[in-house]
């Protein structure tokens, strides 16, 4: 071998070495942005959702009193007490988080009463759980542990802990993904109030102001819009908060039904560009109620399946899905841009 061909085998090898080392830096460089969905490409497009755009669930009215007649041991019948079918919904379902829209456990929510419903079922995602109180478990009579140890929710606020807020508020707030997520008392006397003077409402203002620039998701259990006869305009001032600074969704539960509503102003008027979409879905399992009178900007409702509203929080925007339990079919979906 000639001393030419001596050296022209290191520098073979160190080319190889060197354009390893490149491929491997490139792909280090765009390895965060290929995971997080983020990276873009010169001369591609795409509609794909971002690999790290979370997905929840949510539903309220969900565990039957452990003595209820159509409880059976947390198997249910066909028309109550479906609280185990639709958590099976959410078991392993790859949620980053469990929104219970308030009424989580009837009667009234005592503690004994969630050991043995509650927990069984919703409580095997309780980890990853952000429960709204309901009016529900304020009750001191009724159902099992309704007495007077059960006042001021004082079980719902032992089950959940630190995840439900202060005992005496209920309200707190999150961040996930590119969202701000609020969880409101709509007990508005249990809450200290719902109005202008109140400490939820001072609350609330602030917490807006601290998080301008995100996508915004607020749920408590009673709707200020309904269909279902169970509306009520005490967290009216509530909603003109979250539409002063153009919050996307609230969520509700209290009738047990499933209604979507168009945006709306607070006052219940049209507004496709600022409005708020209203998801009532009071269909966790506990039992169905009635279609009354159909509100104002209701566009889809069911009164006889029980499930999960699925939602897909992407950066700018945000896609549902009404994921009805084992056998039935009604379903909803859609998109829709953030404000």
């Known amino acids: 071998m000639d001393t030419k061909q001596k050296f022209a085998l290191p520098v073979k090898r160190l080319a190889s070495v060197l354009f390893a080392v490149f491929i491997v830096a490139t ?15 010169p001369g591609v497009s795409s509609t794909v959702s971002a690999a790290g755009d979370p997905v929840i ?6 565990a039957c009193d452990p003595d209820d007649a159509a ?6 019948s066909s028309t109550a007490c ?14 980053a988080a469990v929104l219970a829209l308030g009424d989580t456990q009837y009667y009234c929510g005592g503690y004994q009463a969630f050991l043995q419903s509650y927990a069984p079922s919703w409580g095997r995602v309780k980890s990853i759980t952000h429960p709204a109180v309901g009016d529900h478990e304020y009750f001191t009579s009724g159902g099992t542990g309704c007495n007077s140890s059960n006042a001021g929710a004082a079980g719902y606020f032992k089950y959940f802990g630190s995840a439900a807020g202060k005992s005496g508020q209920g309200y707190y707030s999150f961040n996930l993904g590119a969202w701000h997520l609020i969880a409101l008392n709509s007990s508005c006397s249990e809450a200290g109030g719902c109005n202008s003077s109140s400490a939820q409402y001072k609350w609330l203002q602030s917490d807006l102001a601290a998080h301008p620039n995100k996508c915004t998701l607020a749920y408590n259990h009673i709707p200020l819009f309904s269909s279902g006869g169970r509306a009520n305009s005490s967290t009216r001032p509530l909603w ?6 153009h919050a ?7 009738d047990h039904i499933y209604e979507r509503f168009a945006p709306q102003t607070p006052t219940g008027t049209s507004d496709p560009t600022n409005g708020i979409r209203e998801f009532i ?9 009635s279609i009354t009178t ?11 399946t029980f499930g999960i509203l699925k939602l897909t929080l992407h950066a700018t925007s945000y896609s549902w899905q009404f994921v009805p339990q084992p056998g039935k079919t009604f379903t909803d979906s859609g998109s829709q841009a953030c404000h």
């Open 57 to 62: 669930a949510a539903a309220g009215d969900i």
């Open 248 to 254: 996307d969704l609230v969520l509700n539960g209290h």
């Open 71 to 76: 409880f059976h041991g947390g198997a249910g």
């Open 294 to 304: 159909v509100a104002a900007n209701s566009q889809v409702r069911n009164a006889a």
């Open 281 to 289: 879905v009071g269909t966790g399992g506990a039992d169905h109620t």
């Open 82 to 95: 479906q609280d185990l079918s639709t958590s099976n919904l959410l078991v392993n379902g790859g949620f």
């Open 240 to 245: 003109q908060l979250l539409y002063n600074a």
């Open 27 to 41: 792909l280090l460089w765009l390895l965060p942005g290929l995971l997080a969905g983020t990276l873009n490409l």
